[in-house]
T-cell receptor, first 113, second 109 residues
């Protein structure tokens, strides 16, 4: 099992550019989520999905879109990048329901100039 | 809003001592609390989970408690080693995981 994979590992964008961060998991997990991590702010939930075709907003959803067309993939789209979106982004997955550990990807370090 | 709070100051302890990290939650009642370890430049890794009706859970040198009256979880590492140096994250579990900011632990020889 590859677990949770994310691409790219690093990305530099200019303000206003768009891009998609890719996330995939091969553990057949229903639940997937995206977090951003900033110094002193911890991990903040952006969007999450409890299954294919279902997505919901987390704490900081503005400026980001997601879709879940398959169980395996959960891409995060930045429509018009802003310097405030400079951060490290983590994708995670787990089985649905509580009491299950969450598996994280290695992260994408994004810089918006 | 639902909040998980951890001491943001680093905890420095000597090798062999017990490290104790604190996690407090406000404005909700998570059914579970989870603890993760994060090393620099890497994603968090799951360590332990405790249910609200469990007072204590152990795994090797790790122990976690859950006090619903105080709205607090304590995470202990006994006989700490320099390899335990990392950031430890607490997360409250309802329909989604909400994380605290983490506490950085430094174990020195």
């Amino acid at each position: 099992n590859a677990g949770v994979t994310q691409t790219p590992k690093f990305q530099v964008l200019k303000t206003g550019q768009s891009m998609t961060l890719q996330c995939a998991q091969d553990m057949n997990h229903e639940y997937m989520s995206w977090y951003r991590q900033d110094p002193g702010m911890g991990l903040r939930l952006i969007h999450y999905s409890v299954g294919a075709g279902i997505t919901d907003q987390g704490e900081v959803p503005n400026g980001y879109n997601v879709s879940r067309s398959t169980t395996e993939d959960f891409p995060l789209r930045l429509l018009s990048a802003a310097p405030s979106q400079t951060s490290v982004y983590f994708c995670a997955s787990r089985l649905a329901g509580g009491r299950h550990e969450q598996f994280f990807g290695p992260g994408t370090r994004l810089t918006v100039l | 809003s639902q909040k998980i709070e951890q001491n943001s100051e680093a905890l420095n302890i000597q090798e062999g001592k017990t490290a104790t990290l604190t996690c407090n939650y406000t404005n909700y009642s998570p059914a579970y609390l989870q603890w993760y370890r994060q090393d620099p430049g890497r994603g968090p890794v799951f360590l332990l989970l405790i249910r609200e009706n469990e007072k204590e859970k152990r795994k090797e040198r790790l122990k976690v408690t859950f006090d619903t009256t105080l709205k607090q979880s304590l995470f202990h590492i006994t006989a700490s080693q320099p390899a335990d140096s990392a950031t430890y994250l607490c997360a409250g579990d309802t329909d989604k995981l909400i994380f605290g900011t983490g506490t950085r632990l430094q174990v020195f020889p």
